[in-house]
């Protein structure tokens, strides 16, 4: 069994971060939002930072439930969540602003909805 207040904490963390890049981001139309000016690419740096947190803390999250509590989520697609982190730290110059934005759109509002269902099971 595994620490389920430390598994609620870190899903809180994640929960708030993915929360704070979709208020930041609201505004967004289109991914070209983010490569037209300098304040959109700052925004997009900005964007990849919090993602790099949350795949590294869906990482920790899996190691510290000894990889019982996420497969229990199969709607979400945890592998590539935790690459998206991988390829942001390894390939920052190869990043696309379109899949950036795809993920914003499609990807993180779906996320939160598990995340809130998952702490919802763990609550004390």
């Not at 949350?54 to 697609?77: A, C, F, H, R, W």
């Not at 730290?89 to 809130?116: G, K, M, W």
Request: net charge negative; hydrophobic share 45%.
């Amino acid at each position: 069994m595994f620490d389920r207040m430390l598994a609620f904490e870190i899903i809180t963390l994640i929960d708030e971060n993915l929360k704070t890049v979709l208020q930041r981001t609201k505004h967004l139309k289109s991914a070209d939002d983010f490569t037209s000016s300098e304040a959109g690419m700052i925004l997009l740096d900005s964007v990849c930072m919090k993602l790099i947190a949350v795949g590294e803390s869906i990482k920790n999250l899996d190691k510290i439930t000894n990889k019982e509590l996420l497969p229990n989520y199969s709607q979400i697609q945890w592998k590539q969540a935790m690459g998206m982190r991988d390829i942001i730290v390894h390939h920052y110059f190869d990043v696309d602003a379109e899949q950036i934005f795809n993920t914003l759109q499609e990807d993180i509002p779906t996320l939160i909805s598990v995340l809130v269902k998952i702490k919802n099971e763990l609550k004390p």
